[in-house]
Structures are given as structure tokens and as C-alpha cells.
């Protein structure tokens, strides 16, 4: 039977206390992300930016998750996870006429931040432009009146009305509810 000194005792219970100390060392989830903004908005989608936490905790952070919820919904929903090199995200296919609210938190291998970034507002998509109460006008013609633009006459009427719906991103192109659809956009029928 080998028997160890107290030399060799002492050190191997110096050494049991540094691994429990280091195994046990307290992680710490990462900081909010700072400065929350949008930075761009059209009629469909909503970009946003923000810059990395101050803090990041015990561990660098890994990802950043990003929420969204209609002003009306009381539950955020996830939209999309990017890495942690990431600071912006533009969210598409939204509707418009909404309030939306957007956050952000950051993650690491503690976990998620305590708190999230969140804008101080909800963000609306931009109006109509003049473009597209053009081409309302021109979709609404369709219906009533065959005598289009020559650049027009070249399509089917099937090919016409299809090709404007598109344009205008009409969830239903059949004529009563493209025309509530219109209207809640602020477009008046012509």
C-alpha cells in the first residue's frame, strides 16, 4: 500500500478546492442590449437595430433573440434568433393598419438577459404612396372600364387584374374586399 505525505495530503486537497472553486463559479446571463431603434420602415416590413450589452455576463453572449407583438396582443412572440455579430433585423410581411412592438434580448451560456431592450412606441408601416392610389384607380377601372392605357392593353384582363393586385399586396383581390382593404389604408375608391 503506497501512502501519501502530508505534503502530497495537502496538496491534492489545495487542488480538490480549486476545481470545486472553479466548477462552481457563479455564471451571470448578459445585459439588455443597448439603444433599441428602428432604423427604417416601409409599407410591408420594419428594420431595427441596437448595439451590444455593456455587460455580457461570465460568458460572451452568443445570440441575440429578437420578439415582436401587436400593440393589441398582450404576449410577445418570437421572430427571428441571430448571432451574436448580428445588431439589426428587418421583420417583412407585415400588415398594414398595426401597431407593432418589438424586443430584443441577448443570451448567453448563463442564459437570457434579465431584462430586453424594447422601443418606447409601437412603429406603423408607412402610408400609401401616391403610386399605389394610382394603381388602386387603375384596379378599380378594371372592374367598370375597358379602355386602359395602351401599356395596359397588351395584357389579359385576368393578367391586368392579378398584376394590380400584386402591386397593391392585396390579401384578397376580389373587388368588394379589395376595396375595404383600400379604405382602411386610407385610399379612397376613385
Not at 500500500?1 to 495530503?9: F, G, L
Not at 393589441?72 to 398594414?96: F, G, M, P, Q
Not at 418589438?102 to 409601437?122: H, I
Request: glycine content about 4%; overall charge negative; some cysteine.
Amino acid at each position: 500500500m503506497v501512502r501519501a505525505t502530508q505534503t502530497e495530503s495537502y496538496l491534492y486537497f489545495f487542488r480538490y478546492l480549486v476545481n470545486l472553486y472553479c466548477l462552481s463559479a457563479v455564471q451571470e446571463p448578459p445585459g439588455a442590449p443597448r439603444n433599441l431603434h428602428v432604423s427604417d420602415i416601409t409599407t410591408t416590413s420594419i428594420s431595427i437595430g441596437w448595439e451590444p450589452p455593456v455587460s455580457d455576463g461570465s460568458n460572451d453572449v452568443m445570440q441575440y433573440d429578437i420578439d415582436m407583438r401587436e400593440e393589441s396582443d398582450a404576449d410577445y412572440s418570437s421572430v427571428a434568433k441571430v448571432s451574436n455579430r448580428i445588431t439589426s433585423y428587418t421583420v417583412e410581411e407585415l400588415h398594414r393598419g398595426r401597431l407593432y412592438r418589438f424586443r430584443v434580448r441577448s443570451k448567453n451560456a448563463a442564459g437570457y438577459s434579465e431584462s430586453a431592450a424594447e422601443l418606447d412606441a409601437p412603429v406603423q408601416l408607412k402610408a400609401l404612396g401616391m403610386h399605389d392610389a394610382v394603381l388602386y384607380k387603375y384596379y378599380c377601372l378594371h372592374f367598370s372600364v375597358f379602355r386602359l392605357p395602351f401599356d395596359f392593353r397588351l395584357l389579359s384582363c385576368t393578367t391586368l387584374h392579378s398584376t394590380l393586385a400584386n402591386a397593391l399586396q392585396l390579401t384578397n383581390p376580389n373587388k368588394n374586399s379589395a376595396a375595404a382593404e383600400m379604405a382602411d389604408r386610407g385610399v379612397a375608391r376613385p
